[in-house]
């Protein structure tokens, strides 16, 4: 037996735990969740169907944990698993899957095919099976501490250029802080007019906030690439910064998957719990604005709709607070057809956007996202993901859309009432 | 001497082949290790175990109309098999007189040709859209054929037994509840039962996340 097989079976062992029987006992291989899945959906290829997709774990179960396996392992009529049951299924999970979980949404039976289809990912990146892109990422995140390569450097320079465009001091490692933000590579690198809405809404807002020198990331590649060993370990980095200023809250940022590794995986992959909260910059403006310590003056009268992050509103359940802000700042605002819990994703989701191998697969799976967007006339979507909003500008880009492409926390800034002086 | 068999010990060991594989399978399955969440529930993962349980039921409308005609199909397999099986004059008096001491009133004649004609209905479209179209092509397994074809004999004998009430096929269709109490534990028929708890984690994993799912 390989190394890379022997260490891929060792983690799908070690996935097997009541859930994931009465998952496999369950389904009955309707195809459902094929209809619910953008790569199926748009590429019509089976293989992309998410039931398909968790064979190797499915594979190990049959063989060694159901009943039928283990009679016909112990008589020798069992076929045992090869490297192939694990290298052939690469693709499928890392390429045609955003980790959405729509189809968990959708499983007849309750299988959580999503959930299941990360515990493939888990082995591969184990036994070292992973798409080029997204093993560089997670190396840059866990050398430099960020997966795009940004360095505290480049931090600071963004932070300095934000203090000169709004004129307010952005606090740095200030302990005893209500609030740590942390702040995800594209928002550094792409879209530092985040950090500029965060230090104005917080200054209207009256909040008391800081970054962290020592924490500033939040994505989180480890998740992405399913090697749940270096999840924790940029979950540590978070924790660490956290505790040493002694702040109450975490805000994680317009990015769905950290939002997932710091809020819901995060605690698991360390093994405790915090001593802190993580909220979401949503929830954190929403209730801000609820408790009238945001005010927002004007409407936006172009044609707005929201694209729901599937890791913060489908697997977060942060789904009414985007569209209560939206609703104080727009009086044009539309929903998409399928919107909310049952969103489409962008098809960059859970690391295909990293991963430069599944470009082509990832504007196909957008086809649904531009029909979706056409669908509504909207002239602009917004949004709560840097990730979903860069995949978008590409598919817009790519499909020549007339759409503009933005992201709440900024239009919320945008919005704020000037304060009495 | 078939019939003695057929009434008899082979009744006997299929019954306890179903009982106690169902019993291993659920117990494997509710007492196998499962990890603690450490992460601070949004609401109750109790709550939203029983409603996925329930709200399963019926598709999600983003999805209805992908699926529509397999839903339909899935009922009317389900709910004229269900009604066959306990609301079928022979079956209710073969369970009173032989399991559990009391009966109840079974269904009219034309009911049972309705039911078994959905439950027909029903398990042959499927079966045919297992072997026609590329997903279900491409995901059944020899076990999902197995299980559609022993449940398949099991209706036709059934219907046939009771059509002709002719003691051999009255053993034919007993003989194929035989198998197909014996296949069952082994088999995804246990989705019958399993089901259940398959619904109620994912809702509960859903559920503490503040989602209805």
Redo the contacts between chains.
Sequence with gaps: MSEKLEKGLEVLRSEVDSKVKSFFSSCVNCGICAESCLFYTETQDPRYTPIYKTEPLRKLWRNEYSLWGKITSAIGLSKPMTESDLTDWEELVYDGCSMCGRCSMVCPVGVDISGMIFKVKHALAKAGISPEGLVGATQRAVDIGSPMGITMKAVLATIKHAEENTGLKIPMDVEGADYMALLSSNEIALYPEYIESLAKIFDHAGVSWTLSSDAYEATNSGLQIGNKAIAGQLVERVVAGAEKLKVKNVISPECGHAYTALRWEGPNFIGRAYTFNVVHIMELLDELHAAGRIKTTGLESERLTFHDPCSIVRRGGINAQPRNLLDSISENFVEMTDHGNMNWCCGGGGGVSSNERAEDLKLTAFNKKKSQIEATGAEAVVTACSNCRMVMEEGVETNEMDVELLGLTEMIAAHLEARPN | MIEYLIDGPLWYFSLAVFVI?VV??LV????????Q????A??SATSGAIR??FT?FV??K??SS??TI?VVA?YLFHLGLFALLFFAAPHVVFLEQNLLGFGWTPMPHWAFIVSAQAAFLGLIF?WLR?MV?????????L??HVAAILTFVVMLTGCFALLEGSTGLRLLHRFSVELWLIYF????L??TF??I???????A?FGR?????
């Design positions: 594989g291993w399978q494997s399955i509710v007492f196998a290790s499962r990890k969440d450490l992460s601070v949004r609401d996925t349980i399963r598709p999600h983003e999805i992908q699926i397999q899935g499927l297992r179209n590329p997903v279900s092509r491409l995901i059944s397994t076990d999902d534990p082994f088999s995804a246990m989705h399993t089901f708890p398959s619904r109620a984690f994912t809702g994993w996340r503040g989602i209805d799912a």
